[in-house]
């Protein structure tokens, strides 16, 4: 049970940075707690990222795409005993060994379809068909609604320049990235914006604009890192960083949305999956470096749209698959444990014969993260996810 | 409105919605529909550039690869020059609407430069399997496609192998014929982005299915020239069944295949709405999309008929009712300054920051084309601090004129006052390509 121990003002703050295949969107909302949604676009295997070592099916299944067991060079980092972390995961395990980080395997949403376009449509706006929002936009919506705005203020901001479905809708939410031309002087941007006031697309998204150019600018200091390359600048790691400093002002946004790819490891998979994996882990680390003391009023979701087939496919990688893990991390979370049921690898355990059998809905974890940690009521977890009622909120996600 | 500048107004409408933006002064057609039928006729003028094929390309990275790590400088240099050329073409060509349609095609069977082998033969992919076919027949560009070493290295089919094929059955040589076998991508994304989509309905039995169909079709690098290559070895033998339709083994298959794919009525539905959705309204109107795949029934896929048929449609004249993608305004803008080639601004780099870098979408589907995916706040910021920016390149110029031309009727009071009232020949120029009008066509 928690009540948000505060309001912040409402910023008209939400966007989206992106560059390469990172980007961060923000959102404000009247709360202390601070949540992050990690989208990994392209489907993470699973089975890779936490690998159940202790299964007796997998090595017959995956043979050179498993590493050393824990203890060998390059091994896996343990996770108790039956699971192990991929060896590039080194800071997601000693947040898991701090007890801030949780593992739910054999995840799956309530979709089928394997389709990677599909999937993310369904997982952002948070149910099998296209509404006029995104599930984390509801939630700016949902956390708004008993409060009174601040004067010109809105609710969202996103870091990079393209929105995600998860952060649409009518909740304002605008986005921010880091800036790279020279500025013009005077009334420039003013007398743009003005000229956009009559056009229904592009006038809120000026105006959303340079609100949140002020609000970064003042919070971030100087134009940060404007030397530097553009993937040091763009990177992961950087926008995590950039969206916990947003993040861990007063006055900031409250719901981030980051995303990162790489992941449609259909080929060549050891080779490729690794340098993704690292760049999750140093964002996820940087999250929580940046955000200090906030860190334990925020918790972190990371999900991806499906997961890869058991089976290694002809050209040493994996192909669409449907049950895959996902991650909570934060300073209140229950960590320490890998939740979920392991429905097993042997023959007549898999999905179709193919994939990993999911055992635990996308959206419960979600729900149960919404609870326990923004304190939605159960009608309001209903909007947010509508047609999820089969979908129970997961318990126990955070330390009492 | 008196009658010219009706006229004027709809050739300025057609040489934005259509085109990529008049370029300096260039004459206005009187007719506009005429104008954009005549671009559809003859070879594509592209074509006749210098640019390196697709056998030049993988000798590139075949030296790239032997050179190890650092070695993509290669193939980066020839991608890096091809796309110049390219964007050149766009800022000055006489047939934008031709060009349009290339870069259309282009996004529909996108392949990116994410995936490293995809870079020094991605612009040898659109003069060779996009360009020869924007004007003839859809099956003819789905076979061009699916056999291009740039698709079937970009979407994993190099090595895939039929569980039954002759190398997988030896499996003698452990290491080749064990490790063999099955890779769906390229499968799946053609029978969900390329031709009949999920609208039709079907199963993961069908891409593994169509996946075997797919078996053989490779690359190979060491061959001199290096090039596409058919590996009957791989292939799986037998026949396959995607969608009830019976296919039969070997490279006969995939013939057989693309002539099926690219005449089923729901491709026809699922690139009519693409066109409309691209050409005509973010939310494409049924009655048009009904129109243009009946058209490409009836046509047997004639793709000059179907950009025929969007060009006809009554609300494809709605003027400014599309926002620009970044692709879009950039070569806008260096159309309607008209500089010379050694004054533009870098088109490359400025696409990239704005938010689309060319030939290089995250994944299969694409850049996305409706307004809401390109007006998040950033992104219509990036534009303006980029008007700001090229504005400068400008000096020669006499903003108010250029405004005319541009935009003519189509640009409002508000801009053209704001403009007049500007500090600088610089701001007023910055004014005109940050405004309301100039984001839409």
Sequence with gaps: ?400 | MCHGCAMSQRGLHAMNRFGLGRRGGEPLPGDAQSWLAAQLEGADPALALAARDTAEGLVAWREDLRRGNDGVQASRAIMQEDTATLLDHAATTDRPFRERLVWFWANHFTVSLRRGAVVPVANAYLREAIRPHVTGRFADMLGAVLRHPAMIQYLDNTQSAGPDSPAALRGTGAAQGARMGLNENLARECLELHTVSPAAGYSQADVGQMALVLTGWSVALQRDPPGALFRPGIHQPGIKTVLGQALPAGPEGLATAVAFLARHPATHRHLAAKLVRHFVADEPPEPAVAHVAAVLRETDGDLAAAARAVVGLAQAWEPLAKLRSPFDFVVAVVRAMDLPAEARPRMREAMATLGQPVMNAPLPNGWPDTAKDWASPEAVMRRVDWAWAVAARGAGLEPAAVADRALGPLLGEATRGEMMRAGSHREALALLFAGPEFQRR
């Design chain 1, 1 to 400: 049970m928690h009540l948000p121990t505060r309001r912040t003002t409402l910023l008209g703050l939400a966007g989206a940075v992106m560059a390469g295949p990172a980007s961060l969107a923000l959102a404000a909302a009247p709360t202390g707690q601070r949540l992050v949604v990690v989208i990994l676009r392209g489907a993470l295997d699973g089975l890779s990222a936490v690998v159940p070592y202790g299964d007796g099916a997998l090595a017959g299944l995956r043979g050179a795409l498993v590493p050393p067991e824990p203890g060998r060079e390059g091994g896996l980092l343990d996770l108790g005993g039956f699971f192990g972390l991929h060896p590039a995961l080194a800071g997601v395990h000693a947040m898991f060994q701090a007890g801030e980080a949780m593992v739910v395997h054999a995840v799956a949403g309530s979709w089928r379809n394997r389709s990677h376009f599909e999937a993310q449509d369904w997982m952002e706006f948070g149910a099998e068909q296209r509404l006029d929002s995104g599930w984390l936009n509801r939630v700016a919506g949902a956390l708004a609604a008993g409060a009174r705005p601040a004067k010109g203020a809105d609710l969202a901001l996103a870091v990079g320049s393209l929105m995600p479905v998860l952060l649409r809708g009518p909740a304002p939410v605008g986005n921010w990235l880091p800036p790279s031309f020279s500025v013009p002087a005077g009334d420039f941007y003013t007398r743009v914006a003005a000229l956009h006031g009559a056009d229904a697309v592009t006038g809120p998204a000026v105006a959303a604009g340079l609100r949140e150019r002020g609000f970064a600018g003042a919070t971030l200091g100087r134009e940060p890192g404007v030397e530097g390359r553009a993937a040091e600048r763009f990177g992961f790691p950087a926008l995590a960083a950039a969206a916990a400093k947003l993040l861990a002002a007063a006055d900031g946004p409250r719901l981030a949305a980051l995303e990162l790819g790489g992941w449609d490891t259909h080929a060549n998979q050891a080779d490729r999956l690794a340098g993704p994996l690292r760049q999750l882990d140093a964002g996820l680390v940087a999250l929580r470096d940046g955000l200090g003391e906030a860190w334990r009023r925020t918790a972190v979701l990371v999900m991806t749209e499906f997961g890869r087939t058991v089976r290694v496919n002809g050209t040493r990688g994996t192909d669409h698959g449907t049950g895959t893990v996902a991650f909570v991390l934060g300073g209140r979370v229950a960590g320490g444990r890998v939740r979920g049921d392991w429905p097993g690898l042997a023959p007549g355990q898999l999905f179709e014969a193919r994939d990993l059998a999911p055992t635990t809905d996308l959206r419960g974890i979600a729900k149960g993260m919404l609870a326990a940690h923004l304190g939605l009521a159960p009608e309001v977890l209903a909007q947010v996810f509508p047609g999820s009622a089969a979908a129970l909120p997961m318990a126990g996600l955070l330390r009492a």
